[in-house]
Every structure is written in structure tokens, then in C-alpha cells.
């Protein structure tokens, strides 16, 4: 009997370049689990996005490594080029938000035996615009932070560089006129931040996600912030956000299956931690049960 094609597509430079001393056994055990591997370490940015969809038809099974970016950028083609396959993850990042959601642990090799023997979970993914995402879309306070962060920093600091750079933005606080337009209404304001999520954290602070997140309900949890008129409604806003009170005085949270925004000017988004773009309008839209993940299987 004909072994299974495996295509094992993962970034090199992740977190620290962790996969090398990993690799061998991690292909050993996709061996052992009966597949024929190819491995495929990207070369560039959206390397993984072209090589997926120019021969991820070709393989009954695809697993990816590597941050968001990597993950993204494999979700996208899969979308893109209609490829009907389980995809396995092996998070190399320095948060991992979306692993720690499907609960995929840290320990390659560990998170190797599920991608390979574990159980699909269909989980959704989102549409903004022509472009898809795996968990967050974003505009505003410190979106950027994330693809503008030095990649020597993150390798050699992690999740802390982040927060690093970051606090050299507290005094930029910029405000965006915006409508919010959802489950039949329409919200306009003056917002410092506007979120579109399916992730039980959000770089790396599971507050701002909000509560009850189900990865595979049809609906993203939505997070919008005031603009705080003095440092009394900015220390509020905080306070709101760290206890989860989203008491639209300086937060909007609901859930919502499609969300369009409109703002005065064109405006610059992140999904997934990368560069989404810049939109005077889009509209973001829940792509239910879409792909399937691998996760732990399941006791019962």
C-alpha cells in the first residue's frame, strides 16, 4: 500500500530558529505515522503562501511551522486555492495566540504527534475584503507594533519586545472616525482601536478577546475603544479592559457574523500580527467552520 504525501512547510527564522534542533525528529514522527514528507523551509515572505498553492493540491495531508505570519500566509492559500485538506500546526512563534487557543502546546515535538494523530477541528477563519485571516484583524493603537518590532529583537526577546516597543508609542495616542456597522446597527465614534477576533488571547493577554470565545461558532468577537477624553478616562479604559467590563462608556464589544467599517481616510490594518493594508471601507466577514485544524484527539 502506497504511503500518504505529507507537505511540511515551516520558516526557519521563527522564534529564534527553535525547529532546527527539532526537525529530525519531528519528520521522524510524521513518518512513523505513515506519510511520505516533503519538507519545504520558505525562502522569503509569502513563500509559503505560493508554494501551498502551487502544490498543496498534491498532499493528503499539510502541516505548517513557524508565527502568525507563516500560519497566515498557509491559511490564505489553503482558502485561496479551494484545497480540501487537514492542516497540522507546529506554532515557532513568540506568542502563539492562536495555538494556545486550540490548546497546541509549545513543545514542537509534542505538537508534532498532533499534527499527524490528532483530530480535525473545523474551525472558522475570516474574509476582509479579498484577504483572508486565522484570528485577528485590527486598526489603531499599537497594531503595528508587531510587523514593525525588529525580527532580531523578537528572536532574541520575545513576547517582550513587543511590550518594548509598544511603550514607545503611550504618547501617539491617535483617534479614527469611524462607523461601525453590525447585526443591524451602526455605531460611530471617535476610536483610539477597533479589533475583529476569533482567539481565546490576544497577543498574548487573554482580556482582550473577550469572554465565551468559541473558535467555531459563525461569529467573531468585536472590540471597539473609545477615544479617552483625559488621562482619569484613560486609566478607566485600562481598567475596563484588564477586568473585562466592556460597559460601552469607553468599550464596545459584541459578536457578529459580518462587520463593515468606514472611516474618513484611508487606514491601516494588521491581521494576524502582519500588515493587512490600508481601507477607507471593508468589510469583514466569518467564514464558519472553514478550515480543519488539527487538535489533541479528544478522550471521548
Known amino acids: 500500500m502506497e504511503n500518504k504525501k505529507l507537505l511540511f512547510v515551516f520558516n526557519p527564522h521563527s522564534g529564534k530558529a527553535q525547529i532546527r534542533p527539532n526537525l529530525l525528529a519531528i519528520i521522524d514522527i510524521f513518518t512513523k505515522a505513515g506519510y511520505d514528507v516533503t519538507a519545504y523551509p520558505t525562502q522569503s515572505q509569502a513563500d509559503a503562501y505560493r508554494k501551498i498553492c502551487e502544490d498543496g493540491a498534491g498532499y493528503d495531508h499539510i502541516v505548517c511551522s513557524g508565527g502568525d505570519g507563516t500560519l497566515d500566509e498557509v491559511v490564505s492559500a489553503i482558502m485561496d486555492a479551494g484545497i480540501q485538506v487537514n492542516l497540522g500546526y507546529i506554532p515557532a512563534g513568540s506568542t502563539n495566540d492562536f495555538a494556545n487557543s486550540l490548546e497546541i502546546p509549545k513543545d514542537m515535538v509534542k505538537a508534532a504527534e498532533i499534527a499527524v494523530n490528532g483530530q480535525p477541528f473545523l474551525c472558522d477563519v475570516g474574509r476582509m475584503g479579498e484577504a483572508t485571516f486565522v484570528y485577528v484583524a ?163
Not at 482601536?193 to 497577543?203: A, D, E, H, L, T
Request: some cysteine; charged content about 25%.
Open 138 to 300: 485590527a486598526f489603531g493603537l499599537f497594531t503595528d507594533v508587531s510587523y514593525q518590532t525588529d525580527q532580531g529583537l523578537k528572536n532574541m526577546l520575545g513576547h517582550a519586545a513587543y511590550i518594548l516597543e509598544g511603550a514607545k508609542r503611550l504618547g501617539q495616542i491617535e483617534s479614527f472616525r469611524v462607523k461601525v456597522e453590525a447585526n443591524g446597527e451602526s455605531y460611530e465614534d471617535e476610536w483610539i482601536y477597533g479589533m475583529v477576533s476569533n482567539s481565546k488571547s490576544i497577543g498574548g493577554f487573554s482580556a482582550l478577546s473577550g469572554k465565551d470565545v468559541e473558535l467555531d461558532d459563525g461569529v467573531f468577537e468585536v472590540m471597539l475603544i473609545k477615544m479617552p477624553k483625559n488621562p482619569i478616562e484613560l486609566n478607566e479604559t485600562l481598567g475596563c479592559l484588564l477586568k473585562q467590563e466592556f460597559d460601552f462608556k469607553h468599550l464596545y464589544a459584541f459578536k457578529a457574523d459580518e462587520v463593515t467599517f468606514t472611516f474618513e481616510e484611508p487606514t491601516c490594518w494588521t491581521r494576524d500580527g502582519e500588515f493587512g493594508g490600508s481601507y477607507t471601507s471593508v468589510k469583514i466577514t466569518n467564514c464558519h467552520k472553514k478550515v480543519p485544524f488539527m487538535v489533541a484527539a479528544s478522550d471521548d
